[in-house]
């Protein structure tokens, strides 16, 4: 069990450390939770930010893990690869939209 933590962990950190999107998210994801502590946020409203943060970041993997299977199995891009990654990316597209506005939603209330 544990080594499927390990492997599991590993893919993550390579995930971070190799693409662009999830460094980004990773730091949104930093600056909520720091904005978070700042304005002393209660306890649902963690809850709501946490879970958009898991949403977005597990989204970005699955999407990662789509595009390096395309390219291992196409290496050359065709339009049916094309609309299967540009599917995939609309996915995390929507849920960091979603996030954002939960995170205005959330942070606005402190801010008055």
């Not at 809850?47 to 977005?56: G, K, Q, S």
């Not at 789509?66 to 597209?93: F, R, Y």
């Not at 979603?98 to 995170?103: D, F, H, N």
């Amino acid at each position: 069990m544990l080594k499927t933590f390990k492997h599991a962990i590993d893919g993550i950190l390579w995930a971070f450390r190799n693409e662009r999107n999830l460094k980004i998210h990773g730091v949104f994801a930093t600056l909520v939770c720091v904005l978070g502590f700042i304005l002393n946020i209660n306890r649902n409203d963690w809850v709501a930010l946490l879970l958009c943060i898991a949403m977005v970041i597990s989204a970005e993997l699955i999407n990662t893990a789509i595009e390096k299977t395309l390219d291992l199995l196409h290496p050359q891009m065709s339009d049916k690869v094309k609309i299967i990654k540009d599917i995939s990316a609309g996915s995390v597209l929507i849920l960091s939209i979603i996030a954002a506005v939960i995170g205005v939603v959330v942070f606005v209330g402190y801010l008055d």
